[in-house]
């Protein structure tokens, strides 16, 4: 059995979808949650990668401003994102 290097994978998510390879990303975000299903940052990303997918206005924007967030203050990022993500679904 492989085990999946949750940094690496996610590492890989975010450079494809830096690249607009959505995807790619997502399938990585995917396989991410598949092994740690509680890992916000690959919730936040698949979702972040699905509206990008759809066409959904601000999805990458939003990204960027999710990855400054967690070279600032990884704690508060998932939780900031999560907040925002939340108030457009609503």
């Given amino acids: 059995m ?46 972040l990668a699905e509206m990008a997918m759809s066409g959904e206005a601000g999805a990458e924007e939003l990204f960027d401003y999710y990855i400054v967030l967690r070279e600032e203050n990884s704690d508060q990022s998932d939780t900031i994102i999560s907040e925002i993500l939340e108030t457009m679904d609503g």
């Fill in 2 to 47: 492989k085990i999946m290097n949750k940094y690496k994978t996610l590492l890989e998510a975010k450079d494809y979808f830096s690249s607009s390879k959505y995807d790619e990303a997502l399938r990585n975000y995917a396989l991410v949650l598949k092994e740690y299903p509680n890992s916000k940052e690959a919730y936040n990303g698949a979702i």
